[in-house]
C-alpha cells in the first residue's frame, strides 16, 4: 500500500513563506505527475501546480511567481515553496501522485492534508 504525508503547513502573517513537503512511502516502483491543490472552507479542491517526472511544471494562474513546485525522485517527495503568501492561500493543502506499484500500471494517491493560515 502507497501513503503520503504532507507537512510543512503552520500560520504565517502576510508576506510570510512556507514550504510544503509530500512524502511517498510503500511499494513503489516508480511515480509519475506529481501535484499540489488546495481547498479554502465552503469552497470546492483546486489544482495549484503539477511536475511532471521530467521537471515539467505547470501552475494555476494565482500563484503564478510566487509558489515553485519542486520533487526529488530519490526521496519520492514533492515539495511547494510558498512565498509572498496572502490571505486568500489560506487553505488545506493536498499531495496528489501518480504512483505505479508495477511497471506501467499506476493509481492516483492523495495525502489528507496540511493546513495554511494566513493572517495577521
Known amino acids: 500500500q502507497v501513503q503520503l504525508v504532507e507537512s510543512g503547513g503552520d500560520l504565517v502573517q502576510p508576506g510570510g513563506s512556507l514550504r510544503l513537503s509530500c512524502a511517498a512511502s510503500?511499494?513503489?516502483?516508480?511515480?509519475?505527475?506529481m501535484g499540489w491543490y488546495r481547498q479554502a472552507p465552503g469552497k470546492q479542491r483546486d489544482l495549484v501546480a503539477t511536475?511532471?517526472?521530467?521537471?515539467?511544471?505547470n501552475y494555476a494562474d494565482p500563484v503564478k511567481g510566487r509558489l515553485t513546485i519542486s520533487r526529488d525522485n530519490a526521496k519520492n517527495t514533492v515539495y511547494l515553496q510558498m512565498n509572498s503568501l496572502k490571505p486568500e492561500d489560506k487553505a488545506v493543502y493536498y499531495c496528489?501522485?501518480?504512483?505505479?506499484?508495477?511497471?506501467?500500471?499506476?493509481?492516483?494517491?492523495w495525502g489528507r492534508g496540511t493546513q495554511v493560515t494566513v493572517s495577521v
Open positions: 496528489n501522485e501518480e504512483v505505479a506499484v508495477i511497471a506501467g500500471y499506476y493509481n492516483v494517491y
Open positions: 510503500g511499494s513503489i516502483y516508480s511515480i509519475y505527475d
Open positions: 511536475i511532471t517526472s521530467g521537471g515539467g511544471t
